[in-house]
C-alpha cells in the first residue's frame, strides 16, 4: 500500500520558517520523484517545488523555499523560509516514478498524494 505522510505544518508568523517532511512508504523511493504543491482557500492547487538532482520552483517560492531528500529515511523535505501570508495553504507532496515523463509542474503527472499538512501564516 502506497502512502505519503506529510508533517510540519503549523502555524507561523510572517518571516519565520518551516521544513516540511513527506515520509513514503511502499514505493522504492529511490527511483520516485517528489514534487510539492499547495493549495489556498478558494483557489486551485498549484505546483511549489519539484526534483531531485534538477530542481524547479514556483517563481513565487524561488530563492525562499528549498527540496530536498533523505533515500535512507524515504523521507522528502521542502524548506520554507522568510514565509509570507500569502503562503498559507494546505501543502502536499505527490510522487511519480522517475522514468514515468510528464510536466513534473503539472499534478495530473503525480499519480500519488499524500494528506496535506496545514501551513498559516500570519501578519
Known amino acids: 500500500q502506497v502512502q505519503l505522510v506529510e508533517s510540519g505544518g503549523e502555524l507561523v508568523q510572517a518571516g519565520d520558517s518551516l521544513r516540511l517532511s513527506c515520509v513514503v512508504s511502499g514505493l522504492p523511493f529511490r527511483q520516485y520523484y517528489i514534487g510539492w504543491f499547495r493549495q489556498a482557500p478558494g483557489k486551485e492547487r498549484e505546483f511549489v517545488a519539484a526534483?531531485?538532482?534538477?530542481?524547479h520552483y514556483a517563481d513565487s517560492v524561488r530563492g525562499r523555499f528549498a527540496i530536498s531528500r533523505d533515500n535512507a529515511k524515504n523521507t522528502a523535505f521542502l524548506q520554507m523560509n522568510s514565509l509570507k501570508p500569502e503562503d498559507t495553504a494546505v501543502y502536499f507532496c505527490?510522487?511519480?516514478?522517475?522514468?514515468?515523463?510528464?510536466?513534473?509542474?503539472?499534478?495530473?503527472?503525480?499519480?500519488?498524494w499524500g494528506q496535506g499538512t496545514q501551513v498559516a501564516v500570519s501578519s
Open positions: 505527490a510522487a511519480k516514478d522517475s522514468g514515468s515523463g510528464g510536466d513534473s509542474r503539472s499534478d495530473k503527472a503525480y499519480p500519488y
Open positions: 526534483g531531485s538532482g534538477n530542481r
